[in-house]
């Protein structure tokens, strides 16, 4: 009897091991295809239409297209993740969805997949490629397509510290050919940063979830086979490299090397979310990306705005302080901004204060508490045991900028990039000229959502756990010791064994995620090659969702017009034109021709019932804002006397074609004798946006955030859009003005 318990006991145990490897390493687990696209081509007339709505200006043949270039669906590992049923997705967002989601949900008129090149097998290359061709074929490959899809991926770099930060730059081909593709995405770091995006399912969850266990099961197979696939050798170029491995670029002038060097590639490279917190390091700043190493002439646009918040702002005040000898500092607060650092000390002297430990020791443990904070940069919330999402109030945030991204790093805005100048020692210099664009970021593969403010969990990034019990076991709690609280540091080894998001902000971003933007080009017609020409010559400009049309040009004294984006010399500066329109208001529902090509349930599954419907009448421009900006022109001029956010601002009459537009000059410039730049924003007029105000601060007598109510993305906010006013706005391209 004993030994046929043994027995049974040694079954179950290595039963019990077979089933946690197996369930761990994906033995279970079955991968997903791209999925089917079902939406039928576009009507022509439908499409004609949208061309007459742009509104050309004067004697200008070119029309307005809109798209979105930041994409991601399932193959990215933390778009996966986060479409696991604990967190209430659906499983999978398969490119198929991606295509019928821009075609007939969001009407866009082209877009790129971009997912994470840290999670794209060569097997998974071969399926985007050739489901972004089925795409394009669905829609049309003449001159006048309903959309043009674009190939592409996301080189994601994250550095802990300044001087390992580069940040994220999307890699866009402009042909769908095999040999005008990268032969392998290019993927940041080394082999053993895919487990940063993602990290392998507890075998737990699957008996727990037990209906949804194949999910789990699946989402560690995907794990198991990206962790799988062997690294290129780094010693071979680009060019001789096998199509079976994965490709890895330290540094963006890696990238440009491999892609522009050696596979003799045009590719667009767009950086983005350079000021967003969630995942760029307090310090970090442009000055190593203005290096000719890293080539930035390379880089003719950058992403102003996403669905994870505003990137463009300057801000003169410093989430840290870096000494000479490197050494970083927590800064004190000013009237308008609280460093998450100081938040930190305080927080640690409340409780210390509570114990009735000595004022004197309690003054210690704050300074060290902020200390600790930076030490752990992007991860600082985890230098204060126990803390809450709530408990950081309104620190780190820029709050007087127009839908931020949290933790606000003002010395990665755009605003601050297109001001820096590194000048070498022979005194050459060299800097960013920048077009501007926005998109989604949507992980979901919904390109362009922000043509209305509807089901803030699938068309944000706004996700968490379905109910306490999940977020008890993905979450655990911990408190703080009330009679002895002090904060941690935690070593960098050990930081980077927790993995995956764990290091973040997870709870309180989820209350700064938005609707995506657009990006808008003047182009000569609906081709490839038109929107191509358009994005290289940077005569395009960013919307924070909505389809503002916009135009800008610089006169010279002879009447020659320089679109926005353009460069010119002078002496005395040109007159400038602007001239904006409202997008149009929309209707609930779906338009016709949408009911005609999708069936209801796709409509209802991946449009979440609600596509772009406009209406015959247009939102009102509410004012246009002009910005100058003048370069540095010595090493370490200070920024903040040479960014000058609302340079002019014009108020607009209330038009019934939503219109507004006025030309202006800058007599300043010429007795600057100095370079400058110029762009605008066209303001519109507000309305409820999802995340608005993502902390609903109650303020003391004086001003102060003294208590915050969070808009999280889980089980607590349930239906609720979370929507307050704001302003959706569009911004031009910069035109560059060189003093001759």
Known sequence: MLRWIVGLLVVIVAVGALYWFGARGGWFGVEYDAGVIQGKTIPADVIASRVATTARDAGDTRQILFGDLHVHTTISADAFQGALPLLGGPGTHPLAEACDYARYCSALDFWASTDHAESITPKRWAMIKDSVRACQKVAGNDANP???????FEWTQVGRTPEEHYGHHNVIFRDLDEAKVSARPIAAGDIASASRLAAPINPLVPLIDFPHRQ???????????????????????????????????AKPGDLMRKLFDEQKLKPLVIPHGTAWGFSTPPGANWSKALLPSEQPDRVPLIEVYSGHGNSEEYRSWSDVVTASDGKRSCPSPTKDYIPGCWRAGELIQEHCLKAK???????????????????????????????????????????????????????????????????????????FTWGFVSSSDNHNARPGTGYKQVDRRQNTEAKGPIDGSWRSLMLPSEEIDDENPQSRSIPSDELLKLGGLRTREVERQGAFFLTGGLAAVHADNRTREAIWAGLERREVYATSGPKILLWFNAVDKAGAKTAMGGRLSATDAPSFEVRAVGAFKQKPGCPDFAKAGLDEGRIKKICSGECYNPSDVRAAIARIEVVKIRPQATKGEALAPLIQDRFIVHQCEKNADGSCSFTFTDPSYAAGKRDALYYVKAIQEAEPIINADPLKCERDAAGKCVKVKLCYGDYRYGADECTAPAEPRAWSSPIYVDYR
């Open 146 to 152: 309903d959309l043009v899809s674009f190939i592409g």
């Open 215 to 249: 999910t789990y099961f699946d989402f560690n197979k995907f794990m198991s086979l990206t962790r799988a696939t062997p690294a290129c050798d780094d010693k071979t170029t680009s060019d001789e490299l096998p199509g079976t491995c994965m490709e890895w670029a």
């Open 357 to 431: 430990i000595g004022a004197a020791e309690c003054d210690a443990r704050a300074a060290k508490a902020r200390q600790d904070y930076v030490e752990l940069g992007s991860s600082g919330h985890l230098s204060v045991p126990g803390a809450m999402p709530e408990d950081w109030l309104d620190s780190g945030q820029c709050t007087d900028c127009f839908l931020p991204a949290m933790n606000y790093r003002p010395t990665k805005s755009v605003q601050t990039g297109i001001a820096s100048t590194y000048i070498d020692d022979a005194g050459k210099a060299t800097r």
